[in-house]
């Protein structure tokens, strides 16, 4: 960071980096100079840096923000990036090419060496107009790359420089230039004794214990209702730490009407689960098992009925019932064995 000088710091820096990096190809003498291109062009060899632009820095244009508090104090020396446009020309002999030669130079310059370096920075800081720069000390260095500009955009930029002829020119942009605020925030006061106090809940001068809010479930799990935890449901329905009234819970008892602390209650609430599930099972194991044999019933009883049926209708029909001898009708069907029964002969 710097302070308002740094702009005119950095095109004076640049114009020193050209002039000391022309050797070895150009063995001449050359003016470099900080100034927009002549409408008259110069005939001896002649290098001119111009900035026509300054833009806002687009990454860091709010990073500042925001430098003051709501009443008006300073919490941060404010700073505004900034990016360079320079324009450079070379003029010459045309005849021996020297505007090429000269921005051949400029163009090896400025990609050997994109990094302003430090100690020209000192040097351009000396000249009388620029005492008191601090551009050296910033923390962010400067650094040149070139612009791309096609035939429309060269044309806008020549169009700008009233009644002054086109030359042979190539554009830079120095990026990031940062100029500070004369303001200075005031310093914090340092700690001067660290202090730190450990308190349990419920001692005096200890916070008071959060409470969720009502129908919320807390960070393990638990339910809250009526302005308190209401703990973890068993599974029998039942709160683990039973219902809470007035924000406070109220412990469960056991049979004898004996309040329980938390693990008795839990292994009692596990027993009763426990016992309660296994009943469960066992009502509807039974309740299938008798499903089933009544199930069972009525096909094996239509079963018989149908076999009886079978064999009644397989059976020839009956004949009349015979009587003895004494007229004592007989006690069942006459069976034809093929012989009489009274004579025993053959019929």
Same mark, same amino acid.
């Given at each position: 960071?710097s302070?308002?000088?740094?702009?005119?710091t950095?095109?004076?820096?640049?114009?020193?980096?050209l002039e000391?990096?022309?050797?070895p190809?150009?063995?001449?003498a050359?003016?470099?100079?900080?100034r927009?291109?002549?409408a008259?062009?110069p005939?001896?060899?002649?290098?001119?840096?111009?900035?026509?632009q300054v833009?806002?820095?687009?990454?860091l244009r709010?990073?500042d923000?925001?430098?003051?508090?709501?009443?008006?104090?300073?919490?941060?020396?404010?700073?505004?990036?900034l990016d360079?446009?320079?324009?450079?020309?070379?003029?010459?002999?045309?005849?021996?090419?020297v505007?090429?030669?000269?921005l051949g130079?400029?163009i090896?310059t400025?990609?050997?060496?994109?990094?302003?370096?430090?100690?020209l920075?000192?040097?351009?800081?000396r000249?009388?107009?620029?005492?008191?720069s601090?551009?050296?000390?910033a923390?962010?260095?400067?650094r040149?790359?070139?612009?791309q500009m096609?035939v429309?955009e060269?044309?806008?930029?020549?169009?700008?420089?009233?009644?002054?002829?086109?030359?042979l020119?190539?554009c830079?942009q120095?990026?990031l230039?940062?100029?500070?605020?004369?303001?200075k925030?005031?310093?914090?006061?340092p700690?001067e004794r660290?202090e730190?106090?450990?308190?349990?809940?419920?001692a005096?001068g200890?916070?008071e214990?959060?409470?969720?809010?009502e129908?919320s479930?807390? /960070?393990d799990?638990?339910?809250?209702a009526?302005?308190?935890p209401?703990g +973890?449901?068993a599974? #029998? @329905? !039942? $709160?683990?730490?039973g219902r809470?009234?007035?924000g406070?819970?109220?412990g469960?008892?056991?049979?004898d009407?004996?309040?329980?602390?938390?693990k008795?209650?839990?292994a009692s609430r596990?027993?009763?689960?426990?016992?309660?599930t296994?009943?469960?099972?066992k009502a509807a194991a039974g309740?299938?098992?008798?499903g089933?044999?009544?199930?069972k019933?009525?096909?094996?009883?239509?079963g018989?009925?149908?076999?009886? /049926?079978q064999?009644?209708?397989?059976k020839?029909?009956?004949?009349?019932? +015979?009587?003895?001898? #004494? @007229? !004592? $009708?007989?006690?069942?069907?006459a069976q034809d064995t093929g012989t009489?029964?009274?004579?025993?002969?053959e019929?």
């Open positions: 960071m302070n308002a000088l740094a702009i005119a950095v095109t004076q820096a640049l114009a020193l980096l000391n990096n022309l050797r190809e150009i063995d001449m050359v003016s470099v100079e900080t927009r291109p002549p008259e062009p005939t001896e060899p002649t290098l001119t840096v111009f900035l026509y833009t806002p820095n687009a990454s709010n990073s923000l925001p430098t003051r508090a709501s009443d008006g104090t300073l919490l941060k020396r404010p700073a505004a990036p360079l446009h320079f324009l450079i020309s070379a003029f010459g002999e045309e005849t021996e090419l505007g090429q030669r000269l130079t400029v090896r400025l990609h050997e060496i994109p990094v302003l370096p430090r100690e920075i000192e040097e351009a800081a000249r009388p107009y620029l005492a008191g601090d551009l050296a000390d923390i962010q260095k400067v040149f790359t070139p612009t096609d429309d060269t044309s806008k930029l020549w169009g700008m420089l009233y009644q002054t002829p086109y030359a020119s190539v830079y120095a990026a230039v940062l100029i500070d605020g004369r303001e925030p005031v310093p914090a006061k700690v660290p730190v106090h450990v308190y349990p809940f419920g005096p200890a916070p214990v959060p409470e969720a809010a129908g479930e807390a /960070a799990g638990s339910r809250v009526d302005g308190g209401a +973890r449901e599974p #029998d @329905g !039942t $709160p683990d730490s809470t009234a007035g406070k819970a109220v469960r008892k056991d049979r009407g004996k309040p329980q602390d938390g008795a209650a839990g596990g027993r009763a689960a426990g016992t309660s296994r009943a469960a099972r309740v299938g098992g008798a089933t044999r009544a199930a019933k009525p096909a094996t009883g239509q018989q009925e149908q076999g009886q /049926a064999r009644k209708a397989a020839p029909a009956s004949a009349p019932a +015979r009587s003895d001898a #004494d @007229g !004592t $009708p007989g006690a069942g069907p009489d029964s009274g004579t025993g002969k019929g």
